[in-house]
């Protein structure tokens, strides 16, 4: 349960400073991972993206715990090395991402460069196979109106997943979303983001030491609607 979940009010009233350290005060997080797991994804972007604030979403109290853990041992190790260190524009909080998204992130349409999301991570999500759960997919058509208001245009929604059926599901909704639309893989062939959201996470190795296939699907956030 997540009744015991606490939720800023609004963007502007959570304790960024106390995520990250080093932040200027012009800085908003830019990137969410959605589910982040057990934090991959995030400490594999981190060195690559050092000016870019970046946020885990993790509804599991022991992940996020570790995931938080994970960060201060890498800051510690980092600061004997760096000044300042890398994995200072890093961080995760425990959260329902299906639950107001809004009060942690600005809204993406007004925003000037870097005051909102650009990208939203959705790497190998629950699949919860059965029809009559499909309504706790993490993708749907509900929700997809918050990731759009949180996200700018240009922004980049990254999906993946070994699940066919559940790529399926996202790509369809994605796509008959009026504000996303699909970037062919053969453009992100070029995209060094497009690499770790491959192979950095927990359960994208696990696939891979299955042998098991990897779903890609990405979207970009449209400025006005398609018709
Ligand atoms: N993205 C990670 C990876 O690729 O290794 C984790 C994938 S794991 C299969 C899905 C994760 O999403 C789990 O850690 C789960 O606790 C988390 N999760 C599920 N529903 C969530 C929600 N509503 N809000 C935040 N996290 C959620």
Redesign the pocket.
């Known amino acids: 349960s997540d009744h015991s979940l606490v939720y800023p009010a609004s963007p502007s009233a959570m304790d960024w400073k106390a995520h990250y350290p080093s932040m200027s005060p012009e800085q908003t997080v830019e990137f969410a991972?959605?589910?982040?797991?057990?934090g991959?994804?995030l400490i594999a972007l981190a060195p690559m993206f050092p000016d870019t604030l970046m946020l885990g979403?993790?509804?599991?109290i022991t992940?996020t715990q570790y995931v938080a853990d994970r960060i201060t041992a890498l800051r510690l190790r980092n600061s004997l090395a760096y000044d300042p260190p890398e994995s200072e524009n890093v961080s995760v909080v425990r959260?329902?991402?299906?639950k107001f998204l809004p009060n942690f992130f600005n809204k993406g349409q007004a925003c000037i460069t870097s005051d909102c999301l650009s990208k939203i991570f959705f790497?190998?999500?629950?699949p919860h196979f059965k029809a009559r759960k499909h309504k706790a997919r993490?993708i749907s058509p509900t929700l997809l109106a918050e990731y759009a208001y949180v996200l700018r245009p240009g922004g980049i929604v990254y999906t993946i997943t070994d699940v066919l059926a559940l790529h399926e599901w996202m790509v369809h909704h994605l796509t008959a979303f009026p504000l996303f639309e699909r970037i062919p893989n053969e453009e992100l062939d070029g995209d060094p983001v497009v690499e770790q959201v491959k192979t950095s996470?927990?359960?994208?190795k696990k696939v891979q030491r299955n042998n098991g296939d990897k779903f890609l699907a990405c979207f970009r956030r449209l400025e006005d609607p398609k018709r």
């Open positions: 991972d959605i589910g982040c797991g057990f991959g994804l979403m993790e509804i599991r992940v959260a329902n991402a299906m790497l190998f999500p629950d993490i996470t927990e359960e994208g």
